[in-house]
T-cell receptor, first 111, second 114 residues
Framework: KAGVTQTPRYLIKTRGQQVTLSCSPISGHRSVSWYQQTPGQGLQFLFEYFSETQRNKGNFPGRFSGRQFSNSRSEMNVSTLELGDSALYLC??????????FGPGTRLTVL | AQSVTQLDSQVPVFEEAPVELRCNYSSSVSVYLFWYVQYPNQGLQLLLKYLSGSTLVKGINGFEAEFNKSQTSFHLRKPSVHISDTAEYFCAVSSNFGNEKLTFGTGTRLTIIP
């Protein structure tokens, strides 16, 4: 089985722009979660989607949003980028077990 | 609310020596516990997990962990480390009542000294 894939792997944007990151879960997995990893704050939960519905949300501003499609692929969007949004964004998918499997991440740099 | 404390931010160990990475958690409900490893410029890879049953859990790459409910700990151990074990290790907890949110510790950077 193919693992979780994330595109793009690297991204450079400037302040004020918006960005969309994509995540394709493991085949058959219906839950997709997003995490932000920074040196200062560590790994923080952004949100989780299941069957196209957001089930859980972390403590992030409304500039961070996401969605999930009928094929379970998910996108997250960050609008009005700030320097502090520079991070590794990780996507994880979960099937019938309680284990989340992570993708390689998208490294976003905001200049 | 749940929280995870990884007591050591960095652990240097000589090659072929044993290692223990410490993890303590706090939760008001029953939990699932996980250890993940992150190699440079990569995502997180699951090492092992505790969901229920035997408190000694064996994972990949020769790692094991023991769940201790009374001490709220889930320490990771390996009897003999290799250079390839150099990485960052994260302990994580989630509620076992369907909460899919993982709460992570701050990580322990394991450095193997040849």
């Amino acid at each position: 089985k193919a693992g979780v894939t994330q595109t793009p792997r690297y991204l450079i944007k400037t302040r004020g722009q918006q960005v969309t990151l994509s995540c394709s879960p493991i085949s058959g997995h219906r839950s997709v979660s997003w995490y932000q990893q920074t040196p200062g704050q560590g790994l923080q939960f952004l949100f989780e989607y299941f069957s196209e519905t957001q089930r859980n949300k972390g403590n992030f501003p409304g500039r961070f949003s996401g969605r999930q499609f009928s094929n379970s692929r998910s996108e997250m969007n960050v609008s009005t980028l700030e320097l502090g949004d520079s991070a590794l964004y990780l996507c994880a998918s979960r099937g019938g077990t309680d284990t989340q499997y992570f993708g390689p991440g998208t490294r976003l740099t905001v200049l | 609310a749940q929280s995870v404390t990884q007591l050591d931010s960095q652990v240097p160990v000589f090659e072929e020596a044993p290692v223990e990475l410490r993890c303590n958690y706090s939760s008001s409900v029953s939990v699932y516990l996980f250890w993940y490893v992150q190699y440079p410029n990569q995502g997180l890879q699951l090492l092992l997990k505790y969901l229920s049953g035997s408190t000694l859990v064996k994972g990949i790459n020769g790692f094991e962990a023991e769940f201790n409910k009374s001490q709220t700990s889930f320490h990771l151990r390996k009897p003999s480390v290799h250079i390839s074990d150099t990485a960052e290790y994260f302990c994580a907890v989630s509620s076992n009542f369907g909460n899919e949110k993982l709460t992570f510790g701050t990580g322990t950077r394991l450095t193997i000294i040849p």
